[in-house]
């Protein structure tokens, strides 16, 4: 499969714990995002990184959370200290570089927090 | 600042009837344009893009849209709806300039047997 896949897919923590995503884009894809989905909402913006540069972040990205890409492959999202507002599907994307290229979207990574 | 607007959470047509998806978006620049659809328990998948070319835009599975300046809109439309057309569509802008995308808050299709 050489689409986009993230792990785990479903993650069920306390409140107040730590939490990392994982992201692995399309191999050739230099841009990755991550986005924010909660029930009947669209996705909502997070971060974007170009190879392993973070270039625009969200207001909605708290200090509470934080993203690399250190060798402009994969992609971590990390949550401290989780609050139940946290609870949503995380989603992930990457394109190519280079013009309005669509993004293709992994599975999601589905957070409760109880 | 762009932004996007679904009209409608939910519409339900007839098997074989014609799908109409409404989105209209503000944007400051010249924008980009998505439809993508979303299966249950699947990721978003792209049905077709804007990108300043021609204003009618063909995409997968029969769907169409047209970009309206005047009107700033970007509907989805389908001739003829089949059961398998039952989804989540969101619309999405993406000003040049910019490397966010705003998603709308979505259109759950239904397709009525």
């Known amino acids: 499969d050489t689409g986009v896949s993230q792990d785990p897919r479903h993650k069920i923590t306390k409140r107040g714990q730590n939490v990392t995503f994982r992201c692995d884009p399309i191999?050739?894809?230099?841009?990755l995002y991550w986005y924010r989905q909660t029930l009947g909402q669209g996705p909502e913006f997070l971060t974007y990184?170009?190879?392993?540069?973070?270039?625009?972040k969200s207001r909605l990205l708290s200090d509470r959370f934080s993203a690399e890409r250190p060798k402009g492959s994969f992609s971590t999202l990390e949550i401290q200290r989780t609050e139940q507002g946290d609870s949503a599907m995380y989603l992930c994307?990457?394109?190519?570089?280079?013009?309005?290229?669509?993004?293709?979207f992994g599975p999601g990574t589905r957070l409760t927090v109880t | 600042a762009q932004s996007v607007t679904q009209l409608g959470s939910h519409v339900s047509v007839s098997e074989g009837a014609l799908v109409l998806l409404r989105c209209n978006y503000s944007?400051?620049?010249?924008?980009?344009l998505f439809w993508y659809v979303q299966y249950p328990n699947q990721g978003l998948q792209l049905l077709l893009k804007y990108t300043s070319a021609a204003t009618l835009v063909k995409g997968i599975n029969g769907f169409e849209a047209e970009f309206k300046k005047s009107e700033t809109s970007f509907h989805l439309t389908k001739p003829s709806a089949h059961m398998s057309d039952a989804a989540e569509y969101f619309c999405a802008v993406r000003g040049s300039g910019t490397y966010k995308y705003i998603f709308g808050t979505g259109t759950r299709l239904k397709v009525l047997a």
């Open positions: 191999s050739e894809h230099n841009r």
């Open positions: 990184f170009q190879n392993e540069a973070q270039l625009e």
């Open positions: 944007s400051s620049v010249p924008p980009y």
């Open positions: 994307a990457s394109s190519l570089a280079g013009g309005p290229h669509e993004q293709y």
